[in-house]
């Protein structure tokens, strides 16, 4: 295997020139375009050029101030610890190669140290604050990712169930032993057959009144609970989830009451052994997170008692009664699975997370790597190449907005768990699985992209971009298929845009479709279509009027959409014949809202140099986007020819600009060498082969 | 870990409806915009709806003519045999769990059994049928692509190096040893600090007049031999690419003569230790190809005897004098490098391998997947929804046209090798670039939308996108990175330019510049623009011609920039402020060939229906690459809005009529389940599930 194998560049370049030596005579018209191609007479020392302007357009970081702005309020204190425990434990950190079954035993070893040793309560802060419990989340995933998905499903899952789904008589019972991990924990919900669609599984529930117990039951195959995690080893427990059936005095004998979770202990709590009735088998090795043991189960007349279900939403009653403060199947299902928005909260924010470590690495590499070069000078770093910076720097600039957007949705989800307000709940509710989606869908990108940008070095499984993607790539699929969580938003949207036109109130985050959608009524304004100047291009106005109408013009067409094909083909077949259009307004609205929160961030930094950097690489991001849907902007003519090729250049102006500061950038996201750990990625860049060739044993 | 977590789309729907039950009194225009939100009077049974016009709208395929014509000529023959023999020894199959060094040892013995028991006679096919040669490698491929690289780095390069640039006495002495296994070899041009950059390695050949002896010195860490495939622990020798050094009699007293090749032992035959003055280190853990011991070698003062100069393209006597039939350095050095070219046409032929087996089990898969469905009716296929038609049919469209470019390019790669036609030399050079750097880009994006496509179960090791996609990755940087080949595709279609402008003759594959440069030359045509019609969408001409347009106005447009920049930036700088647009133009024109190819192969299919279902797909796979530029179309009025709209609509409706006859296409790939190997891709869809439960143990 060889990484490379052809002509150089630089040959590609003079044989480009060389070729253009002699003096064709043809027609006028011809030579005219011929000229063209004229030989260039005088070597320009086009590299050093490149470096001087370099040096011109360099903007100069505040590196303390950004780097301050940007560190969460958990940095110097839970996220610190964290580091330094696992830095000083050489037994805890995961070796490159290790066996499934190893890597799962040191991923409980890891988790029960955390706890037991580091003094972290993780269960306690999902209470009290969500925001260090993320953050802790954030941290640990930056050590094994195995670890973090692994501390997710003990206290996200299996103990959030039990804190939100239940009463006070399963917090006081369970707590203790699921903070401090003795009651390890699994959440069962996804079966063989039924993932995205939760209200078709099929597992049951039965009440037995003479026993006062439920009787769990996997009906058939196709309702085996499939991809739990903890099962496979280390559970002790399961959330259940399950149709609940109620004996009735009709004809029909029972009743389908709809799912409900049940807490069911799935292992001896001395023996380890599985309970009688519970067939537990190992779901195997992933593409990645081989830390975690995903096991399947089958449950066989399994009883419970009646105080396991997890009775929030709706009990049962000793003598088979059914009670809930909703009315309806659906309400309750719904306030079922809205408890559980927390998972994709930490999702979207340990994504950012995975995607500042690869941005990091492969923004160090790429200004120490070297190849090619003008004639007779020396080689230039590969970041100083247009297609490199076309590459890395939007991908820089989207880091820092999704930064801000998910700091913004810790906010109001922890906000949300405090108030209750009913306005934040749908905001969070929306905002997390549009911003889920739409950051792990990025991030899982951008991971192939930097693996692809660092060459073959990129390919060592030491410098982390293939376990940071095998790891990372289940993240557009648990907790809510993206393309399905992306349907919620668009659904949410369409319900807004109602709302506007009955006069409601719009929840916080939509708010700005009341201003954009009377704007778009109107025809694009001719005259600005065609302004092109720098400053009015990087105006937020501009940007943010942009990015609004496009989700406004989808959304008004999509709905006109909607309506025509329901017609002909029933709402579920008008929402299918426009599915493509819908995912692509739920995108345009996050990117919006990232713009939005980007912008914010911008304008609130204290510091005005750091501002200052801050707004190149907001400019970048917007300019980047609306560069990438230009057709749309076409179409209507909101953008004219001559502001669509201005709004290229600036783009390629910027990435030049942002990649001037890249490292400084990247700096500021203030992860310590330990933690990202490539070799080929360390503050120090100079340091980076020779690291590299110690590695290989040199 | 779980795959789901969220409200069900049909309840989305559902909500979406109920939403808009209440009249709203606002004003005329807002009511009558709220005229698309009105809720469905009644079911329209819409799953139906979908199904009965699926029927209506589906192709019949002729199963054995499609397949009989897209069967390759050594499908029957040398690939069933590889076949047969892996399935016929299931210890040679490469286990899900399978540490480092035993991969290494059983890639070992998977390519011995293959050349001792199997009787392929590889290097025999290299010279005497390449295809003959690809088509094994791409049969070994699907077994373990670790395989099919070892055997690359043992036939392609270590044995095409010595074919190649040796001369009879070197195909005398090692073409037996190199066939037969006995003499496994490496193959040594990159280093750690250059890669793509061949002419700056800086490892010495030192010619010593005195003992007839070349001596091979690695001068400093930078020159390290680095990711050395067959180095670590199997290689007996190593092509070694080196600056030869010459002494002279002047006052400089050696004279650098550029990068030759030598053979240059590396192991001891008996004992197997590494020689003296070799220093061989392990590159330790890779993304994927675990299979593949990559290594280090650092020589010290290595002695070899001069006949080990490979010295078909340069030469040095007895007494130190250097002669060669080529005149400069730089021609010596792109006749060596042009001899290689075989392993990129391996690369992008064996990529088509991989992206087949990853569309057939995606596509199996989410045929059989069912998830939600209208109210009350079944559950539909994953695949009947638009979103998932849009992500899968496209491959599976743009499946078929690489492969059909790629025998192409196989094709003429023979001749080439048979007549050594200059011409032919060139087309070579430009699409085997061209085509590796575009395909296998393709593929590496595709395995990971086919492994989001399949979902929760896609992240199961056993169905294979993992392992497919992490080995599969490196074919974006090895035998070239991608971003350098496109660069040399782009550098061509310059040269190519400027010889139309001059009368020159055009090779083969670019000659279609001739016409289309003249059209872009004139306008575009107003009416045309407008044409909106299935016919004329569908027409290959107006297909073919939409792609040669944007080709040549990017090169007209790309010449007259470097033009003007090279003026204040040189040459240099000229070329890197354009390379994105080269990049572009290069992908563009790589696009128009696999167009042109596949409209080729769908007139010769002999069988009508087979060319009619070829039609479909061909004309999915022009239109959808149309719609993904539109901007660039609509930027100059190429095509007018209502063009724009009818090529989208069209397009999905293509997807849609694909997605009908999805399954037969994939079969048509004919590869067996055994290969595939995927428990959710089998041919039977209906055996996945329990297939996939018996894996797990139940």
């Known amino acids: 295997m060889e990484c490379s194998q052809q002509s150089t560049t630089s040959n590609q370049m003079a044989e480009y020139e060389a070729s253009y030596d002699d003096n064709a005579t043809v027609s006028r018209r011809i030579e005219r375009l011929s000229l063209h191609l004229n030989p260039m007479e005088k070597p320009h020392n086009g590299g050093l050029d490149l470096v001087q302007c370099a040096a011109r357009a360099k903007m100069k970081v505040n590196m303390e101030q950004l780097s301050i702005y940007m560190r969460g309020k958990y940095r110097d204190d839970v996220q610190q610890s964290v580091y330094d425990y696992f830095n000083s434990k050489p037994e805890l950190q995961t070796p490159i190669e290790i066996s499934k079954d190893e890597h799962r035993e040191l991923c409980m070893r890891q988790l029960t140290g955390l706890v037991r040793e580091c003094g972290v309560r993780p269960l306690r802060y999902v209470v009290e604050d969500p925001s260090k419990y993320f953050a802790i989340l954030e941290a640990v995933g930056s050590v094994d990712m195995s670890l973090g998905i692994k501390m997710g499903v003990q206290y996200s899952l299996w103990g959030g169930s039990v804190l939100n789904l239940g009463t006070k008589k399963h917090r006081d019972k369970y707590f203790e032993g699921i903070d401090n991990m003795e009651y390890p924990g ?171 470590i690869a941005v990091i690495i492969a923004v160090r590499y790429s200004l120490l790597r070297q190849q090619f070069g003008p004639p007779k000078q020396p080689e230039i770093s590969i970041l100083d190449y247009q297609s490199h910076q076309h590459k890395l720097m939007p991908m820089v600039a989207s880091t820092y907005g999704f930064h801000f957007a998910t700091l913004h949705l810790l906010d109001i989800y922890s906000e949300m768990k405090k108030t209750h307000d009913e306005q934040l709940v749908g905001d969070v509710h929306a905002l997390s699985a549009g911003l889920k989606a739409y950051v792990t869908s990025y991030t899982a990108k951008s991971l192939s992209i930097c693996r692809e940008a660092c060459g073959g070095h990129g390919y060592a499984a030491v410098n982390r971009f293939g376990s940071l993607r095998n790891d990372h790539d289940i993240f557009q699929t648990f907790e809510g298929d993206n393309t399905v969580l992306l349907q919620q938003v668009a659904g949410d949207l369409l319900k807004q845009y109602k709302e506007k036109f009955q006069g409601g109130t719009l929840t916080v985050t939509w708010n700005y479709l009341r201003e954009s959608m009377n704007s778009y009524l109107a025809q694009p304004n001719p005259v600005t279509a065609r302004w092109e100047g720098e400053d009015h291009l990087r105006d937020p106005k501009f940007q943010l009027d942009a990015f609004r109408y496009r989700t406004s013009r989808l959304l008004q067409s999509v709905a006109f959409r909607l309506n025509k094909h329901s017609k002909t083909l029933g709402g579920f077949g008008a929402w299918n014949r426009c599915l493509n259009h819908l995912l692509t307004l739920a995108e345009s609205h996050i990117e919006s809202v990232i713009l939005a929160k980007f912008i914010d961030a911008v304008q609130s930094c204290p510091d005005e140099s750091s501002r200052a950097t801050l707004k190149l690489v907001c400019d970048l991001y917007a300019l980047d986007r609306i560069w990438k849907d230009i057709g749309t902007y076409r179409n209507v003519d909101y953008v004219a020819p001559n502001k669509a090729k201005a709004i290229h250049k600036l783009t390629e102006h910027l990435c030049f600009q942002v990649k001037n500061v890249a490292k400084e950038l990247v700096d500021a996201f203030d992860l310590p060498d330990y933690v990202t750990r490539a070799p080929i990625g360390m503050q120090a860049t100079e340091e980076a082969y020779s690291l590299y060739t110690q590695y290989a044993g040199f």
Chains 1, 2 share one sequence.
């Open 186 to 356: 699994c959440f069962a919900m996804t079966e063989l057959h039924h993932g995205s669609n939760v209200q078709g599984i099929q597992t049951l529930a039965t009440f037995d009144p003479i026993t006062d117990e439920f009787i769990i039951d996997t009906p058939n195959d196709g309702a085996i609970k499939w991809w739990i995690g903890n099962a496979a080893v280390h559970g002790k427990f399961a959330t259940v989830f399950a149709k609940l059936i109620l004996p009735t005095h009709d004809t029909k004998g029972t009743s389908d009451m709809g799912v409900h979770a049940f807490i069911v202990p799935i292992r001896d709590m001395n023996t380890h052994k599985a309970l009688p009735g519970v067939e537990i088998q190992d779901c195997g090795h992933k593409v990645g997170l081989n830390g975690v043991d995903n096991g399947a189960l089958r449950f066989r007349s399994v009883r419970i008692p009646r105080d396991n279900l997890l009775n929030r939403f709706g009990d049962v009653s000793r003598d088979g009664k059914y009670t809930s403060s909703l009315p309806t199947i659906n309400k309750r299902f719904a306030a079922t699975l809205g408890e559980l928005v927390g998972g994709r909260v930490g999702l979207a924010y340990s994504s950012v997370g995975v995607l500042k």
